[in-house]
Every structure is written in structure tokens, then in C-alpha cells.
T-cell receptor
Framework: GIQVEQSPPDLILQEGANSTLRCNFSDSVNNLQWFHQNPWGQLINLFYIPSGTKQNGRLSATTVATERYSLLYISSSQTTDSGVYFCAVNTYSNSGYALNFGKGTSLLVTP | SQTIHQWPATLVQPVGSPLSLECTVEGTSNPNLYWYRQAAGRGLQLLFYSVGIGQISSEVPQNLSASRPQDRQFILSSKKLLLSDSGFYLC??????????FGPGTRLTVL
């Protein structure tokens, strides 16, 4: 099956710093998504980004499908950005839509 | 708007006991439904998905099973729990080909 690798696995930032999270995938995908899992376990959709660049406030994402990677940028980080960031790609099974997740980047933003 | 519910929120069960986790979706019809498990260490693993009532696809062989008795109800079951079944179970829904939206999860501890 498709492999999804995220880096770095762990990241500690001081409030106000910027960061870049990377997601590499091993095969062509139909779509790619970024999620944030907060400390209570809730998974929040951040971006649905099969290609190109999108921005939402202090977060932005870029996917270069031809080179099989995606980047998530966090600017002016805040303590509420802490949590785990997942990249997930989808492949179409016989009759469904299945997401393959990376292992995540665990981010801690300190005051 | 659509909402997704899971219960219970937490569960502690002895080894060998049965399991039933429930997920319901409101505000949409004929959704795709998914069960994911997140073991300690972050990665999410797709267990089952369903594109319609009574239609279940299993991604990983295990002692768990899933059922979809109604359009917006998805149930995860086991006849006899193992220690390795401990984890965080997430239900999700999506439109066909669309982004999944995750429920709040059930934290299961098998002792």
C-alpha cells in the first residue's frame, strides 16, 4: 500500500516562531489532507489540498503532486497550535474512499 | 449542519468481554462511514468503511467487526476483547469522494 511519511516526528517551538511540516507519499494519490488533532483527541480538518497552495489565517499548505510531497506552514505559532498534525492521502478502493495517514508530527508550542 | 456522535466517550473493559461502540451521523443522508483506530503512538489505522446499509469493507483482519443497520448508524463490535484492542476509536463520515469529518472518539482500555 501507499506509504505516507511525515517529518519531523516531534517539534518544540517558542510562541511566535514559524515552522514547516513535511509529508512525503510513495505513489500517486487522488487527494491529500492535513488534520490537527487537539489534546482532547478531536481531529480537525485543516486543508483539502491535492495540489497547489491554500491559506487559512496563519496556516498555509502546498502540495506538489508530481514530486509527491506536501508542506504545512505555521506562522507566528500560538500555544493553541499544540497537538499532532497528520497528513493523509486517499486511494480509491473498489467501492469506497480510504484515507492513509502518516504517523504525524507532534507539535508543542511553549509560552 | 452535519454532526457526528460517538458513545461511550471512554470505556474500560476486561479481556474476553464483548464490545459495542456506536456512531451516528445527523444532517446528511447516505454518507460513507468509517471506523479508525489510533493506538498509543499516534498513527491512525482504517479498520472498516461502509458505502451503504449492510455494506461493510474490512481493511485489516482482526477480531473486530462492523455493522451498519441504518443509513446513519455505524457500530463496531467484538465478541471477545484482547489487550491489543486498546486504543482510541474514531468514527468518520464523508460524502462519496469528499473529505471525512471525524467524531469525538471513544477511548477504550482493555485490562
Amino acid at each position: 500500500g501507499i506509504q505516507v511519511e511525515q517529518s519531523p516526528p516531534d517539534l518544540i517551538l517558542q510562541e511566535g516562531a514559524n515552522s514547516t511540516l513535511r509529508c512525503n507519499f510513495s505513489d500517486s494519490v487522488n487527494n491529500l489532507q492535513w488534520f490537527h488533532q487537539n489534546p482532547w483527541g478531536q481531529l480537525i480538518n485543516l486543508f483539502y489540498i491535492p495540489s497547489g497552495t491554500k491559506q487559512n489565517g496563519r496556516l498555509s499548505a502546498t502540495t506538489v503532486a508530481t514530486e509527491r510531497y506536501s508542506l504545512l506552514y505555521i506562522s507566528s505559532s500560538q500555544t493553541t497550535d499544540s497537538g499532532v498534525y497528520f497528513c493523509a492521502v486517499n486511494t480509491y478502493s473498489n467501492s469506497g474512499y480510504a484515507l492513509n495517514f502518516g504517523k504525524g508530527t507532534s507539535l508543542l508550542v511553549t509560552p | 449542519s452535519q454532526t457526528i456522535h460517538q458513545w461511550p466517550a471512554t470505556l474500560v473493559q476486561p479481556v474476553g468481554s464483548p464490545l459495542s461502540l456506536e456512531c451516528t451521523v445527523e444532517g446528511t443522508s447516505n454518507p460513507n462511514l468509517y471506523w479508525y483506530r489510533q493506538a498509543a503512538g499516534r498513527g491512525l489505522q482504517l479498520l472498516f468503511y461502509s458505502v451503504g446499509i449492510g455494506q461493510i469493507s474490512s481493511e485489516v483482519p482482526q477480531n473486530l467487526s462492523a455493522s451498519r443497520p441504518q443509513d446513519r448508524q455505524f457500530i463496531l463490535s467484538s465478541k471477545k476483547l484482547l489487550l491489543s484492542d486498546s486504543g482510541f476509536y474514531l468514527c468518520a463520515w464523508s460524502h462519496a469522494g469528499g473529505s471525512p469529518f471525524f467524531g469525538p472518539g471513544t477511548r477504550l482500555t482493555v485490562l
